[in-house]
């Protein structure tokens, strides 16, 4: 059962993994963010190239159609004011009153300043293969970020006096003709826009929208931990120790009830012991019954002991008393609690002690209960002459407990669980000794409570083996640890 503290855990963890999910969802947000926030400032500066592209074709077209009439032919022409001079000269004045860059450039340029870098000459090329008409990019250029912007120009009617046929005439400003037609590629308005305003108003959006989004995932965090404090936390804390109160009553009760019965029950045995003792020679039904009475004061008496142990455990209120331990007297003890139960049985009841099996310290008390609810349990489950053997000894520095049986075995699917509460496999023999489940329970739990350790091994059909390792330290080593005057 989970207690405050537990539930305190599992709601910071809760909020630990809410923050993780945030910073994640932050990560994938900044991360698709970046890319809208690139493709938004590409189709910005595309449109304000093309609004500036659309303007130099304008410009060029004014000149072309001013030039085309008679009137302007005669006083324009001799001056050289043709249109493709004219927007030249406007697109370089626009450059080098901004930080723009416009101009015109051609694959076979009649002056250097008409010559394509590698962008633009690729650019030339796709319109001469395709139906593209105009190519642009993101990049850097002298390490800024700008938009370059590259629209093709066809040759018109107006262009051919001097770009037209026939080829390899002098045109009449001198320069060569290269025999173009009508729609050919003559050349194309190269146009470059640093994106230093975009990408500043980008980011100035960027930040107010970074800005709300963690104003919103803080009022979404606290709403969460209000809720769940509020409406999960609170609650579970108000079950869980009510449960644990009730729980806590149960145990006292179970406690004080299974105390008032042991005293009862001792006084049976022990009286039972008494007239066996003073009528040892009788072989009259009164000693037969005697016997059932102490047999049956002795499993009663098991099962209170589990009872009070179990109680004590759950309550958190069962203590350890250390003391000098003689495993040969915790042996006669747990003998003296088996055998009646064994004789009535008809099974044989064995023990044995290691030789070398030093005196410890421990809970003697503790390792005798280890030792009653293993041989009972396996005596529970071990049919008529049969076998149960119970061995101590010592290794590396642990009390070994192994109790072996000849019984009916434990089913596979049950064999992790025969530590749980309440687990116990089903005999009809064994039915007449009662048990309900507790004492492997207990064992478990006494052995965890020393730091040690317990496991069974089974086959069905041929017997169980039980072995628990308790690390305690031998009476030399536990003195050698105390201070000397």
């Known amino acids: 059962m989970y207690g405050k503290r537990d539930i305190e855990k599992i709601f910071f963890r809760f909020l630990l993994l809410a923050v993780l999910a945030g910073v994640l969802v932050l990560c994938l947000y900044l991360i698709w963010l970046?890319?809208?926030?690139?493709?938004?400032?590409?189709?910005?500066?595309?449109?304000e190239a093309r609004t500036l592209n659309t303007e130099v074709d304008a410009v060029w077209d004014y000149i072309d159609s001013i030039q085309s009439t008679e009137q302007n032919m005669d006083t324009k022409l001799p001056n050289g004011v043709y249109c493709v001079v004219a927007a030249k000269n406007i697109a370089r004045r626009f450059s080098e009153e901004s930080d723009y860059s416009i101009r015109y450039v051609r694959n076979a340029p009649r002056?250097?300043?008409?010559?394509?870098?590698?962008?633009?000459?690729?650019?030339?090329?796709?319109?001469?293969?395709?139906?593209?008409?105009?190519v642009y990019a993101l990049m850097?250029?002298?390490?800024?970020?700008?938009?370059?912007?590259v629209s093709e120009l066809k040759m018109e009617r107006s262009c051919l006096d001097c770009h037209g046929e026939p080829a390899g005439e002098k045109d009449v400003k001198g320069y060569i003709k290269e025999g173009m037609g009508m729609e050919d590629v003559g050349?194309?308005?190269?146009?470059?826009?640093?994106?230093?305003?975009?990408?500043?108003?980008?980011?100035?959006?960027?930040t107010g929208t970074l800005i709300f989004f963690f104003i919103l995932m803080a009022a979404v965090g606290i709403i969460l931990i209000v809720a769940m404090r509020k409406l999960v936390t609170k609650p579970i804390i108000s079950t869980t120790n009510q449960m644990m109160h009730e729980l806590e009553e149960q145990s006292r009760f179970l406690a004080i009830v299974s105390h008032e019965l042991k005293t009862p029950l001792s006084a049976i045995i022990a009286f039972s012991d008494l007239w066996e003792a003073e009528h040892s020679e009788s072989?009259?039904?009164?000693?037969?019954?005697?016997?059932?009475?102490?047999?049956?004061?002795?499993t009663l008496l098991s099962l209170v002991n589990n009872l009070l142990d179990a109680a004590k455990l759950d309550s958190g209120a069962f203590s350890l008393d250390y003391d000098e331990i003689d495993v040969y007297d915790v042996v006669n003890s747990v003998r003296s609690s088996i055998d009646p139960l064994a004789k009535k049985k008809n099974v044989v009841f064995e023990t044995f002690v290691e030789p070398d099996t030093p005196i410890v310290m421990g809970d003697a008390d503790?390792?005798?209960?280890?030792?009653?609810?293993?041989?009972?349990?396996?005596?529970?489950?071990?049919?008529?002459?049969?076998?149960?053997?119970?061995?101590?000894g010592y290794e590396n520095g642990c009390i070994v407990i192994q109790v072996s049986d000849t019984g009916i075995g434990i089913p596979n699917d049950l064999l992790p669980h025969v530590f749980d509460r309440f687990v116990s496999a089903t005999n009809t023999e064994s039915s007449s000794l009662g048990g309900v489940g507790l004492g492997l329970y207990i064992v478990k739990s006494f052995a965890d409570l020393m730091g040690g350790s317990v496991e069974a091994k089974s086959e069905m059909g041929k017997g169980s083996t039980f072995v628990v390792r308790l690390p305690l330290p031998t009476f030399e080593e536990a003195e050698g640890d105390l201070p000397h005057d």
């Open 366 to 392: 503790v390792l005798r209960r280890i030792a009653v609810n293993l041989a009972s349990n396996a005596l529970r489950y071990t049919d008529s002459e049969g076998n149960v053997r119970l061995s101590i």
């Open 140 to 149: 850097e250029n002298d390490g800024r970020p700008v938009f370059r912007y």
């Open 187 to 206: 050349g194309a308005v190269s146009i470059v826009m640093p994106m230093d305003t975009i990408t500043e108003e980008a980011n100035r959006d960027l």
């Open 283 to 298: 072989t009259s039904k009164e000693m037969t019954y005697v016997k059932e009475v102490k047999a049956n004061g002795q």
């Open 111 to 134: 002056n250097k300043d008409d010559e394509p870098d590698e962008f633009e000459a690729e650019a030339l090329r796709t319109f001469e293969i395709s139906d593209q008409t105009e």
């Open 34 to 47: 970046n890319q809208t926030t690139r493709g938004e400032n590409e189709r910005r500066a595309l449109a």
